[in-house]
């Protein structure tokens, strides 16, 4: 057996990849069907394919459950259209405007009239221009001006959440208030966009977010603002995400249960092309014994 090998996050934590995992399929491996392979050509070519699309959508058993997206920024803008296109209901909150950094190098397609026009409304015009009968409630609020209870209201009315931001303080924030309500899955990006991880929670089957980034406080978050990011570098990680929260509507039932390994809860992406293509690993991250979030016997 291949011995595992580390891999240092951005908070300097160290966790084990299993290479194992990452092994092409043999002849004798069990391979399963997939009714997403052919959304992605579907969704990122912009084409409004209605007999395909409800095919798919029936396939996946996705209509009507309820998404909670916090941010509508570059990764929000993707893991949206893909959630929105397998038929869930997205209630998106963001408390920013479009501005035109936000339309350079592919990270968003908002057009170029939506400058100084509120993300969610900018957002949800274009899903619904795509998606007519899509169910869309956009939310211009920060969560930084919610109290605790507005939180976890809007936690408990949903059946996944997506967070798509990165502020340290309220990640943090969220993840306690929201770890014991519903599975949540966040995606992130490290510096200059060369690594991403998409880290997932589970009320009680997995560690909460700040043990998974392995961080004490949100000092040890770095908000990475000033760095530019291109489209191509967003959309494998918001598509990664949407994967992930879609996984998470059905971890239990339907044809999505067997995308991911229910033990692991972090997806590592090298998010730059190697001579092995783009690199993914499948993380278990540890739970901290005296974490206030996640650890019961605290």
Known sequence: MTQPQKIRLASGRYLIKDPDRERPASANSKVFSNP???????????????????????????TGMKVLQIGAGAVGWWTGLQLVAMGCSLTELDHDTVQKENLEAGRTFYPPDSIGTPKVLAHRKYLLQMYPHAHITPLRKNTADLSD??????????????????????????????????????????????????????????????????????????????????????????????????????????????????????????????????????????????????????
């Open 149 to 298: 209870g507005e939180i976890a209201a809007l936690v408990e009315s949903s059946d996944v959440v997506v967070g798509a931001f990165d502020e340290g303080r309220q990640l943090l924030r969220f993840d306690s208030l929201a770890y014991w309500l519903k599975p949540v899955a966040y995606a992130f990006f490290h510096r200059q966009a060369r690594q991403a991880s998409v880290i997932w929670t589970r009320p009680g089957n997995s560690p909460c977010l700040r043990c998974s980034l392995g961080v004490e406080s949100e000092d040890d978050i770095e908000t990475l603002h000033r760095e530019s990011i291109m489209g191509i570098d967003v959309q494998p990680v918001a598509n990664m995400c949407a994967r992930v929260a879609m996984w998470l509507l059905s971890a239990s039932t339907g044809p999505l249960q067997e995308l991911f390994d229910p033990e692991k809860n972090i997806i590592f992406m090298e998010n730059r092309p190697s001579e092995t293509g783009l690199a993914v690993h499948f993380l278990q991250a540890d739970r901290n014994p005296t974490c206030e979030v996640c650890n019961t016997s605290f």
């Open 36 to 62: 997403l392979a052919r959304l992605d050509s579907v969704a990122a070519n912009h084409r409004n394919d209605e007999p395909i699309r409800h095919a798919l959508v029936e396939q996946a058993g996705l």
